[in-house]
């Protein structure tokens, strides 16, 4: 699969989540693992570095017409409880939206991981999940949907 913007967003808003966290446990840290964390927070640091460019060489691209925007996909799931994106009109929103998806599946993940759970408990986190993980699926394709549609119509124009 050829990278879109949709899907480089989805990327940078994981390494942001990455970073905070390694933030996180920077300021917690009581020396042990310092060092460690600090390499890990550096590396991911330069990794969000290059996604920025990645995504502005990309928009670049795709704004001059030489990339694919969108890159169509085959669905075979078909989960009736995601909420639909249709709403979205605005690249920022949709953005937005995806960059909140992400988070909210960061927590199911941390959440199902606890060993204290019962099984049932788990089940439901994993629908959750499942839900989750599609509409940001759906997400990312908002961004290239919208992102093509403004190409298409700058170029209409």
Same mark, same amino acid.
């Given at each position: 699969m050829a990278e879109t913007l949709g899907s480089l967003v989805d990327k940078l808003s994981i390494k942001n989540l990455r970073i905070w966290h390694l933030d996180e446990a920077l300021e917690n840290d009581n020396e042990s693992k310092h060092e /460690?964390?600090?390499?890990?927070? =550096?590396?991911? =640091?330069? !990794?969000? !570095?290059?996604?920025? =460019? /990645?995504?502005?060489?990309?928009?670049? $691209?795709?704004?001059?017409? /030489?990339?694919?925007?969108?890159? /169509?996909?085959?669905?075979?799931? $078909?989960n009736t409880n995601v909420s639909s994106s249709d709403h979205l009109k605005k690249l920022g929103q949709a953005v937005s939206e995806l960059a909140f998806r992400n988070i909210k599946l960061w927590h199911c993940e941390d959440e199902v991981r606890r060993t204290d759970l019962p099984d049932a408990e788990i089940v439901k986190i994993k629908r959750r999940i499942d839900t989750t993980n599609q509409e940001r699926n759906d997400l990312m394709d908002k961004v290239d949907e919208i992102l093509q549609s403004k190409s298409e119509g700058k170029s209409n124009s």
């Open positions: /460690e964390l600090k390499a890990k927070r =550096d590396l991911a =640091d330069k !990794q969000r !570095q290059n996604l920025v =460019d /990645e995504i502005n060489g990309f928009l670049a $691209a795709a704004l001059a017409g /030489e990339v694919c925007i969108r890159d /169509e996909k085959i669905k075979m799931y $078909a």
